[in-house]
């Protein structure tokens, strides 16, 4: 049985940072493409950034545009986890932020939530002004 499970989230003045960290169980996702989504009060879950696998243990990054330059998503596959590095932080992007995991890793960056078959089950962060 497929797991994920998200820590790492919490209360962040403007302008700091905070690790996410998603916990993965019940199989290998050395080839998963893993993501990393987010859905603020009153609005549709939205993408923030993904891995897709090139080969081996070789991944390639894509990132919302509200994510780029601040956020680094990295995976450690010897512990089967996905990390959200987030720096910069600003009040918009207070939000639960859920780990996903399609086992379809290669090929095109996997951006819409209906593409993922596995979701944690959030951890949230907020940022104070």
């Known amino acids: 049985q497929v797991q994920l499970v998200e820590s790492g989230g919490g209360l962040v003045q403007a302008g700091g940072s905070l690790r996410l960290s998603c916990a993965a169980s019940?199989?290998?996702?050395?080839?998963?493409?893993m993501g990393w989504f987010r859905q603020a009060p009153g609005k549709e879950r939205e993408f923030v950034a993904t891995?897709?696998?090139?080969?081996?243990?070789?991944?390639?990054?894509y990132y919302a545009d509200p994510a780029k330059g601040r956020f680094t998503i990295s995976r450690d596959n010897a512990k089967n986890a996905v990390y959200l590095q987030m720096s910069t932080l600003k009040p918009e992007d207070t939000a639960v932020y859920y780990c996903?995991?399609?086992?379809?890793?290669?090929?095109?960056?996997?951006?819409?939530?209906?593409?993922?078959?596995?979701w944690g089950q959030g951890t949230q962060v907020t940022v104070s002004s």
């Open positions: 019940g199989r290998t996702f050395t080839t998963y493409a």
């Open positions: 891995t897709k696998w090139i080969g081996g243990s070789t991944y390639d990054a």
């Open positions: 996903a995991a399609a086992p379809r890793g290669a090929g095109i960056f996997l951006v819409a939530d209906s593409q993922y078959d596995y």
